[in-house]
């Protein structure tokens, strides 16, 4: 017996990296597990960012191509494109004549978009919160997996979902959180959050040579100057990578100590953590080549998932309507 529902959903962002897998990506291959789970490429929440848009379909081949590769299963979860499911946007409509102005005004989230992208505040970037809010109820997920950091974010949410069932019946089921440990995962230069934005990413599909090539570029203890200063393990990025993709705690253990006695360089790491992530990620690159072989096999697994969705929303949204008394 599966434990409940399970929803989430992400942005199209093209290929996936480090960052994105150790997030999100292994948490939803594990939760298959024991939940019957939906997965959504949430397109439409891209719209209310994106000035460019004709790199949408591509970056949502290349990114369920990686989810399929590091072990989602269609046969297991519901996989699909967000827009391809149109009562999404009837609900989103429908929670919104409930949801008040003030609510949506005052979250971080939004003022910090505002910020971000000054002259393009739209009426979708204000309207998201409850976008995202119907993507959870539509599919009667009972639990979405979060970190704490995103748990003002389902709480809005859940709040949007007692307010409808409030006025018009218990009909939508208010989502419960799954706390998950998403670790914050440093980028190349060791300060700043891995991002495709920021350059500082490496990516789940990359080839050896391009994973090694980018591994040398990487921060290392910045107090370690030369090669004949102690470092301190504990802050190095590399070596905090490292222990994710080795298949030796052992060695790490060992590099840790020869690190803080100056007997390995930084540069000798970053060729063993190279070679040891190339050798980590070989199993996906295999699975992912498979796939790309056969182009129409990603938008087929996305079809059907969008046609069990429907299955889904279609009874939800008819609920829902008979509630509020739409004819």
Known sequence: MKKGRVFSGARPTGRQHLGNYLGAIRNYVALQQDYDCVYCVVDLHALTTLRETHELRSNTYEMVLDWLAAGM??????????????????LHTILSMVTPMGWLMRLPTFKEKVRQQPDNVNYGLLGYPVLMASDIALYKADTVPVGEDQLPHLEFAREVVRRFNAQFGPILIEPQAKLSEVPRVLGLDGVNKMSKSLNNHIELAASPEEIERRVMTMVTDPARRYRTDVGNPDIC???????????????????????????IGCVAHKREFARDL?????????RRAELERDPDKVWDILSDGARRAREIATKTIAEVREAVGLP
């Open 73 to 90: 299963d269609p046969s297991a979860s519901i996989i699909f494109v967000q827009s391809q499911v149109p009562q999404v946007t009837e």
């Open 237 to 263: 990025n590399v070596q905090t990578l490292h222990r994710l993709f080795s298949g030796s705690p052992e060695r790490i253990e060992e590099i840790a100590h020869q690190c803080r006695h100056a007997s």
């Open 278 to 286: 190339a050798n980590a990620l070989a199993p996906f690159r295999e």
